[in-house]
């Protein structure tokens, strides 16, 4: 066999069978994975089919569609109520600063008090509250935007200064 294909290349032909036989297996072990994946396929389309006809799937489908109209309905509705929520919570009262002091010293203790109370847009009042033996006087104050018309107090400007944030209150 002088005049064989395999002699004319140089390759002995021990390797072309071995290198054949070893891509043969690769090759049925690719078709074992996939006829069983195939398989798993295969029945999870049966389980999904099981039972049902078309005119079923189309019903849940038209459900489906359904349920997200109204979900999305909810969710306008929420953030409908969210915005509102904001726009009330904005012009509630929601910054403060309490400053304690002894009006009259030696009368009374700290029972005077600064309260400065803001909104979200830094207006408010101040309310000073200013007690001693014979009563107890309230003072209020506007503030607007952070100012007042009125000149405060040392108390009055460092509860407002709390309440702005500038100051941190002091830990009890």
């Given at each position: 066999?002088?005049?064989?294909?395999?002699?004319?290349?140089?390759?002995?032909?021990?390797?072309?069978?071995?290198?054949?036989?070893?891509?043969?297996?690769?090759?049925?072990?690719?078709?074992?994975?996939?006829?069983?994946?195939?398989?798993?396929?295969?029945?999870?389309?049966?389980?999904?089919?099981?039972?049902?006809?078309?005119?079923?799937?189309?019903?849940?489908?038209?459900?489906?569609?359904?349920?997200?109209?109204?979900?999305?309905?909810?969710?306008?509705?929420?953030?409908?109520?969210?915005?509102?929520?904001?726009?009330?919570?904005?012009?509630?009262?929601?910054?403060?600063?309490?400053?304690?002091?002894?009006?009259?010293?030696?009368?009374?203790?700290?029972?005077?008090?600064?309260?400065?109370?803001?909104?979200?847009?830094?207006?408010?009042?101040?309310?000073?509250?200013?007690?001693?033996?014979?009563?107890c006087y309230l003072y209020l104050k506007q503030v607007d935007r952070g100012q007042t018309d009125v000149l405060l107090g040392n108390?009055?400007?460092?509860?407002?200064?709390?309440?702005?944030?500038?100051?941190?209150?002091?830990?009890?």
């Amino acid at each position: 066999m002088e005049s064989s294909i395999m002699n004319n290349l140089g390759i002995d032909p021990a390797y072309v069978i071995i290198g054949l036989a070893v891509l043969t297996v690769i090759l049925l072990i690719t078709v074992i994975v996939c006829i069983i994946n195939m398989k798993k396929l295969y029945r999870r389309y049966d389980y999904f089919m099981r039972g049902k006809d078309a005119e079923t799937l189309e019903d849940i489908i038209i459900e489906q569609i359904a349920e997200i109209q109204k979900l999305k309905t909810e969710d306008r509705n929420n953030k409908d109520a969210i915005r509102t929520l904001n726009r009330n919570q904005r012009a509630s009262f929601q910054k403060c600063g309490i400053v304690h002091y002894n009006a009259f010293k030696g009368m009374g203790g700290t029972l005077s008090f600064a309260c400065a109370i803001l909104d979200y847009t830094n207006t408010g009042f101040v309310l000073n509250s200013v007690h001693s033996r014979e009563g107890c006087y309230l003072y209020l104050k506007q503030v607007d935007r952070g100012q007042t018309d009125v000149l405060l107090g040392n108390e009055e400007k460092e509860a407002l200064e709390q309440a702005l944030g500038y100051k941190e209150p002091p830990v009890m």
